[in-house]
């Protein structure tokens, strides 16, 4: 699979995790059923974490729960070693990988 279509796979599965994060805080604000914080966090599991706390960030939705703010920055961590890994036969930081 080429770098390109898994950029493509990658970007498309953050903005479906940062459109989720978005129509759960408008169905908050209408207070109608809502997406569950299971099914939510379960959103950023696939290298999804950046859109999700873009979309928690963005629309002030679940940031003041302690476990979706650690939880996504610790996704987020393990997801950029996971891509700087994959990826340092493409990346010269000066001897860092080697």
């Known amino acids: 699979m080429s770098y390109q279509c898994l950029?493509?796979?990658?970007?498309?599965?953050?903005?479906?995790?940062?459109?989720?994060?978005?129509?759960?805080k408008l169905k908050a604000i209408r207070q109608t059923y809502r997406i569950s914080e299971k099914?939510?966090?379960l959103s950023?599991?696939?290298f999804s974490s950046y859109g999700f706390y873009i979309g928690m960030?963005?629309?002030?939705?679940?940031?003041k729960k302690r476990y979706f703010r650690l939880g996504s920055l610790f996704?987020?961590?393990?997801?950029t070693a996971i891509i700087l890994y994959s990826?340092?036969?493409?990346?010269?930081?000066?001897?860092?990988f080697n």
């Open 7 to 24: 950029l493509l796979i990658f970007i498309g599965v953050n903005i479906f995790s940062l459109i989720l994060v978005g129509i759960d």
């Open 39 to 41: 099914a939510l966090f």
């Open 44 to 46: 950023a599991l696939p």
């Open 57 to 63: 960030k963005l629309f002030h939705h679940k940031t």
């Open 75 to 79: 996704l987020m961590i393990i997801h």
């Open 87 to 96: 990826f340092k036969s493409q990346l010269s930081f000066g001897g860092i």
